[in-house]
């Protein structure tokens, strides 16, 4: 298995990964199932075409080495800030947590991010999503102080880290 860039002809394990993330951990995205279950299949190769491909946005995927992704993250530089960037869609599957599966794609972000010259990486967390709060201090990932409303219910606090 590894981390790495997904490819732009990667769209169906993208779509069935991503998926799969939203309809076993509901509580962790502001994207639904129903939602993402609706989009064309130009827009999901759009998409996957700009995580493979764009100097804005990285998608990153662990390749179990058959075809198949056991999880993914994606980062974007932020409109109008330089200097920083999000990470986004991070999960992995469940067979796959608590090893170092988590950090080597936040790892992977990271790298991205210093080569794109950001100095600075946020995300969110739902709050009372323990496993994922954990992971992210381990990382050196801590809140800003910042939370807001979360669509699914509940609120989602703001971490960040500074890029080596």
Request: aromatic share 10%; with cysteine; proline share 3%.
């Amino acid at each position: 298995m590894e981390v790495r860039r997904i490819r732009p002809d990667e769209v169906e394990a993208y779509r069935e990964v991503r998926l799969r993330a939203l309809r076993l951990a509901p509580y962790a995205f502001s994207t639904t199932f129903e939602e993402a279950s609706t989009r064309s299949d130009e827009e999901w190769r759009e998409f996957t075409g700009r995580l493979a491909t764009s100097a804005q946005m990285a998608g990153f995927a662990l390749d179990r080495g058959d075809g198949n992704f056991g999880g993914l993250v994606s980062v974007r530089v932020e409109a109008g800030e330089v200097s920083e960037g999000e990470v986004n869609q991070m999960w992995l599957d469940e067979d796959l947590r608590g090893g170092n599966w988590g950090r080597a794609l936040l790892d992977a972000c990271e790298h991205f991010a210093a080569d794109a010259g950001l100095k600075r990486l946020r995300l969110w967390v739902a709050e009372g999503n323990e496993r994922a709060s954990r992971l992210y201090a381990r990382c050196g990932y801590v809140p800003t102080g910042q939370t807001e409303a979360f669509p699914a219910g509940g609120m989602e606090v703001q971490l960040a880290r500074a890029i080596p």
